[in-house]
Every structure is written in C-alpha cells, then in structure tokens.
C-alpha cells in the first residue's frame, strides 16, 4: 500500500478538487447552456467508449467528474448514466484486481479508496454504494497477501516493510469508515507485531537485537499515529469540511485553484497517453479536470503561455485574485496575452498543428473569490 495511505491531505485535496466542480460562466443566453451540455455529453461518449475498452480504473476519473458535474446541473439522463458507467468500470476493475492479485490489487484498492473521498464529496449515491462494495471485497484480500509476505519474507528488513504496509492498509480502512475491516487489520498487525517481537528478543547480537526491537517500536508508533490522522480525517468529516465551505489546503499547490490551465498537443497519440496523468495532477493541483469546456474567460485579466512536451499550455488568470500580481511578473512579456487580446471562445495556441487536449478548470468558489 503506497505511503501516501497515511497522508490524508494528498485526499482532501483530490476531494476539494472534484467538490467544486466546472461550471461556465454565467451564461449570457439559453444556447450557449445548450451547447455545453451537447459538448459534456460529448466527453462522457468518449470516456465511455474508453472505458469500456479495458478494465483499468483511469477513465473513472472522468467518468466521476462528468457525473458529479451532470448532477450539479440536472442534466438528464447524463448524470444516472455517467455514475453507471463509473460503477460498471469499478465492478470490472475490481473483478480484475481479484485476477491479477498482488500490485495490482493493492494499486486498484489505493484508488478506490480516492475515489471514495471524491464519490462522497459529491453525494454520487451509486458511485458510493459501488465503492464500498469493491473495497470489502479487496481490503481482506491485500491484507491477507500482506500477512502471507510478512510470515513467508526471510529479511528482517523486508518483514518491518510490509508490516509498515499493512498498518498504512489499516489506516485507508478507518479513513473510509470500514471500522469491523479495520479491526481485523489491526488484530493481524498486532499477531504479526508480536510473532517478530519474539524472533528480535532471541537475535543473539545485542546491537541487532536492539536495532530490530527499535524497529518494531517505531513501526507500532507510526501505526498509532496513522490510525488517529485517518480517523479525524476520514471520508465523511473531509466532505462536511468542504461542504461548510473550508479553504484550508493540506499543502502547497502548484499554481493556485483560481486559475485554469489548457494544454494542447500536436499529437493525438500522445494526448491520449497523457490522459490519466494529467487529471491526477489536475485533482491534486485543487482544481477538476472539465469535460467538454473550455477556460472561462469572463473576468479573465490575462493568460500566459507555456511549453510542454510536444505542445503548448495556456494559463488564464482571473482579476482580483491572489495570482493576478504573481503571474504578470513571473510571465515572460512576450508569453502575456492581455485580456482586451483574448477571445470570447478563448485564446488560440501560438505553436503550430495544436490542438486542445485537456482543460485543468478552476473551482467555482476560487473563480467567485
């Protein structure tokens, strides 16, 4: 189980970055509403088809955002639609992690647990109910293949790690409010604790003995530590948090949430390919990735260029914000495009044969702010 388990903001961000989900711009006429639902509808043919092409989890991403934007919106059927085929992707996957076990099923379990955060965020009834269902299946299982590696490992070393791993598991099970897995988690950690306390006490070397016994010190600390940050941080007190409208980020972003960001590319190869990657970095950045819009440009002040690989991103910043001031200095003068320059439909890329990939949007409350 991946380290970031005991990190519960890397989750309340990805959560605050679906809670404020894309909206346009106050939209000056019924036609242009129209056509953003025609263009959302659009993005969720696309994902899934995407979907439906395997069982990896990296459309759900998607497929949740354009729910969660669909349900904000009343759009009917879009938004029962796109949380079915969330679910049926979450059902496949999950069938597929039992298959391939191991990595997979532990890498499998570390996203459905963010998108338990992200489901919850958003009240997708479905999208929950789904998860939770996946994740009593998956949880018993990486946990007994945890406990199997500990007693079958012949390093010490290795042992401490994936003891360190399942107390990490039992945390990701408090924070998702599974308290009867977490029990059994934290009685198959406390065997494992004291069957390895036992081999330590018998090394016949003091330091060894000292250093072992030291180790299994830290590591039920650490699982202390972790349990309590995942139970005051777990899915239901992370949604009500943001839902009273809380600010607070668990860390620092890489550009602010106010801003949006569209990246292009030459190559529609290497757009799809970067697909999964970029909406990781979007949610974590605080912000959402959209599906079928572009930046707004209403109270836009400027936008900046950027490169990229193959491509070219646009930033668009908004006046009044606190990164109005940072942006017009830390842009170069020729990569500005003042707002008087810029386009009701958006700003068109310098760099020849690109063409819009993905749009990274701002939360409606960072764009009010």
Not at 153 to 159: G, V
Not at 341 to 354: E, L, Q, W, Y
Request: hydrophobic fraction near 45%.
């Amino acid at each position: 189980m991946s380290s970031h388990r005991s990190r519960t903001c890397s989750l309340a961000l990805a959560a605050i970055g679906l809670l404020f989900l894309i909206a346009p711009p106050a939209l000056a006429q019924r036609g242009e509403q129209v056509q953003a639902n025609v263009e959302l509808q659009h993005a969720f043919d696309a994902a899934q088809t995407s979907a439906r092409a395997s069982d990896s989890l990296d459309p759900a991403y998607e497929l949740l955002g354009i729910a969660g934007t669909a349900q904000a919106r009343d759009i009917k059927p879009l938004a029962p639609n796109a949380a079915a085929a969330f679910v049926d992707l979450v059902q496949r996957a999950t069938a597929a992690a039992q298959r391939k076990r191991g990595s997979a099923a532990r890498d499998t379990l570390d996203q459905l647990v963010d998108f338990r955060f992200l489901a919850k965020s958003e009240e997708i009834q479905p999208a929950m109910k789904a998860l939770d269902a996946a994740m009593r299946v998956l949880f018993p299982e990486v946990s007994d293949a945890l406990q199997k590696s500990i007693d079958a490992a012949k390093h010490w070393d290795e042992r401490l790690s994936l003891l360190n791993e399942l107390a990490s598991l039992q945390g990701s099970a408090v924070q998702v409010m599974m308290n009867d897995v977490a029990a059994t988690i934290s009685a198959a950690f406390d065997a494992r604790v004291a069957s390895l306390d036992k081999i330590a006490s018998q090394d016949a070397d003091d330091g060894e003995r000292a250093r072992k016994l030291g180790g299994l010190a830290e590591a039920k600390r650490t699982r202390t530590e972790q349990t309590a940050d995942a139970a005051a941080n777990n899915v239901d007190a992370v949604a009500a948090h943001l839902k009273s409208g809380g600010k607070e980020r668990g860390r620092a972003m890489d550009a602010s949430v106010s801003s949006c960001v569209e990246t292009g590319y030459r190559s529609k190869q290497l757009a799809q390919k970067n697909q999964a990657d970029h909406d990781r970095a979007c949610v974590d950045s605080g912000r959402v990735p959209s599906a079928g819009a572009r930046c707004p440009v209403a109270n836009v002040s400027l936008a900046c260029y950027g490169r990229v690989a193959d491509g070219e991103s646009i930033t668009y910043v908004y006046s009044n914000t606190p990164e109005e001031a940072a942006t017009q200095k830390s842009c170069a003068a020729a990569d500005q495009l003042p707002a008087n320059r810029i386009p009701t439909s958006g700003a068109a890329f310098r760099t020849k044969d690109v063409t819009l990939a993905f749009v990274c949007g701002p939360s409606t409350e960072a764009a009010a702010d």
